[in-house]
């Protein structure tokens, strides 16, 4: 008889079992709400591409698109602003980097680029600055017609994201 009392669990533990398994649910019901806050919104998931219609830029004109909630600069550059990114010495660079690279091969005049500032993430003014290209007056960056660091605090270029063209008056950014 003592035998069989022993396999049976006894009403304390029954009590215990049963109150571990209602904390574990109440637990997982708390934290599945503040889990899944973390989890993008639908808005950003939406904008993992982008696609542009660039017909109605001219030469010399820029427009500005957003992309995953940061502004992307789109410059149909002219010849001569070509011209001039590509005269440009690498040696007087703070970040050398040719304009070939910055830019698709064969489409030069069209220059896509992040619209940050590298040194703290504001947003450059077009056309602006020493060199012709972008300036950021929150800290006195200077960037080239290609987004190239020339002078000011900020360390690096401004950012190329992924894109491609898919006709010739189209993109894919992302």
């Known amino acids: 008889m003592s035998d069989n ?15 571990g398994a209602v ?5 997982g019901a708390v934290a ?11 808005s950003v998931k939406a904008l993992a591409q982008v696609e542009v219609d660039i017909s109605k830029i001219e030469k010399g004109q820029e427009v500005t698109v957003m992309w ?9 550059r002219t010849d001569d602003e070509v011209k001039k990114a590509r005269d440009v010495k690498l040696d007087s660079l703070k970040d050398p ?3 070939e690279v910055r830019v698709k091969k064969g489409k030069d005049e069209w220059l896509v680029m992040l619209g940050v500032c590298t ?23 200077h960037y080239d017609i290609s987004g190239r660091i020339r002078k ?8 190329i994201p992924k894109y491609e ?3 010739d008056s189209k993109i894919v950014i992302g």
Not at 5 to 19: G, L, M, N, Q, V
Not at 23 to 27: C, R
Not at 32 to 42: F, G, K, S
Not at 152 to 159: I, L, Q, S, T, Y
Request: proline content about 10%; hydrophobic content about 30%; some cysteine.
């Open 97 to 99: 980097e040719k304009d």
């Open 5 to 19: 009392k022993k396999d049976k669990p006894s009403r304390r533990e029954f009590i215990h079992i049963a109150t």
């Open 32 to 42: 599945w709400p503040l889990v899944d806050q973390m989890n993008p919104d639908a």
């Open 165 to 167: 063209f898919v006709s």
């Open 152 to 159: 000011g605090p900020a360390p690096k270029n401004m950012d």
């Open 23 to 27: 904390g574990a649910v109440g637990v």
């Open 68 to 76: 995953r909630g940061k502004p992307i600069f789109i410059r149909r």
């Open 119 to 141: 040194h703290l993430g504001c947003v450059p003014l077009k056309q602006k600055g020493d060199f012709g290209g972008w300036f950021c007056p929150c800290h006195g960056s």
